[in-house]
């Protein structure tokens, strides 16, 4: 896999490439008005505590302050963005954005928005990363959240 932070996940009926390069970036940046950094850090805390908290609900998670300061965008512009720097054109990307996103409940595509917004900015969770100590094998960095078609699911730390 090369280092350009793209990444497959499934979500619907099929595997689905998302990739985020400097052009989908600004993109985001424009309708967010955030940037990469802020963007990945506003998602994460959904993740986190849902992480560090498998079995609480969603009122516990409130109550944790689990659901964050994200906003709407934060979601949508990474997954119709990723899913344009993944090859698919934007007229068919906004046909999935509809079916998948727009008519579903918000927090169903978050850990996938997040797992596309990491994968951006360090490349994806099965890349090599260095070799490790004296073997001269490369490691591989933990895996991103994966995404479903269905509810959130717990998911593997994220580094």
């Known amino acids: 896999m ?7 996940r499934a ?7 998302f990739r985020l390069g ?13 940037g990469p950094g802020e963007i990945a850090g506003r998602l994460a805390g959904w993740s986190a505590t849902r992480q560090a908290n498998p079995k609480a609900g969603l009122l516990q998670l409130l109550v944790a302050g689990a659901v964050g300061a994200w906003r709407v965008d934060d979601i949508r512009e990474p997954l119709y963005r990723g ?5 698919l054109d934007p007229t068919s990307a906004g ?4 079916e ?18 990491l994968a951006s900015l360090i490349g994806a969770g099965d890349e090599p990363v260095g070799e490790a100590e004296g073997k001269g094998q490369e490691t591989a960095r933990p895996p991103f959240p994966e ?10 730390p994220v580094p």
Do not use: F, Y
Not at 11 to 17: F, H, K, P, S, V
């Open 11 to 17: 979500w619907g009926d099929a595997d689905r490439t």
């Open 22 to 34: 400097i052009g989908e970036w600004r993109k985001i940046q424009e309708t967010c008005d955030a």
């Open 2 to 8: 090369s280092r350009s932070g793209e990444i497959v």
């Open 95 to 98: 046909k999935l954005m509809r």
């Open 83 to 87: 899913l344009i720097g993944g090859g």
């Open 100 to 117: 998948l996103h727009d008519e579903r409940p918000l927090l169903e595509n978050l850990d996938l928005a997040l797992a596309v917004v």
């Open 147 to 156: 995404a479903s078609s269905g509810s959130p699911t717990t998911t593997e």
